[in-house]
Nanobody, 122 residues
Framework: QVQLVESGGRLVQAGGSLRLSCAAS????????MGWFRQAPGKEREFVAA????????YYAESVKGRFTISRDNAKSMVYLQQNSLKPEDTAIYYC???????????????WGQGTQVTVSS
């Protein structure tokens, strides 16, 4: 069992930066791949980024590649999403999730946080 709590979302101007954090509880955290997803109003949840359990592999959606960076600290049971050059279209609720293996598919993720709101003003 892994419990996830996101934080760091807020209102930011276009071009700004944020770092989202996801705190995990559970002794098996380091064995899970972690992902970030987002859901904008009226839209389906979409993949943003994923990282393998060892941090060796990372994956990004094309829309955020070069602007967002996913990382993790297994000693602290934390996952991060550094967001740079934010755009209004990045506005969404951001969720972190845990999966047995890295995946861009939300159906592969077993555990989810409650989400944190990111709003980017133009």
């Amino acid at each position: 069992q892994v419990q996830l709590v996101e934080s760091g979302g807020r209102l930011v101007q276009a071009g700004g930066s944020l770092r989202l954090s996801c705190a995990a509880s559970g002794r098996t955290f380091s064995s899970y791949a972690m992902g970030w997803f987002r859901q904008a109003p009226g839209k389906e949840r979409e993949f943003v980024a994923a990282i393998s359990s060892s941090s060796r592999l990372t994956y990004y959606a094309e829309s955020v590649k070069g602007r967002f960076t996913i990382s993790r600290d297994n000693a602290k049971s934390m996952v991060y999403l550094q967001q740079n050059s934010l755009k209004p279209e990045d506005t969404a609720i951001y969720y972190c999730a845990a999966s047995p293996a890295p995946s861009i598919s939300s159906t592969q993720y077993r555990y989810w946080g409650q989400g944190t709101q990111v709003t980017v003003s133009s």
